[in-house]
């Protein structure tokens, strides 16, 4: 009795499989959203890589994405 539940089980995933279905994948863990980046994207003058306002580093009217680029300058 045991056997033949088991044995039609089988079947059945296996029919299911060979007609294209599969178990939903699993959802990922709920990642924090990204921070919002709000303002103006400005160009780092030595990179040239864009970033928000807030984060960037000003010298001399220009932009810089960390203090290296500035210091560089």
Known sequence: MLLRL???LIAIVVLLR???WRPPAQRPRDL???PPQ???LVQCARCAVYLPRAQALARD???YCCHDHRDAA
């Open 38 to 40: 709000t303002g103006d």
């Open 61 to 63: 009217g220009l932009w």
């Open 18 to 20: 060979l007609l294209g």
């Open 6 to 8: 088991l044995l039609t």
């Open 32 to 34: 924090p959203p990204p």
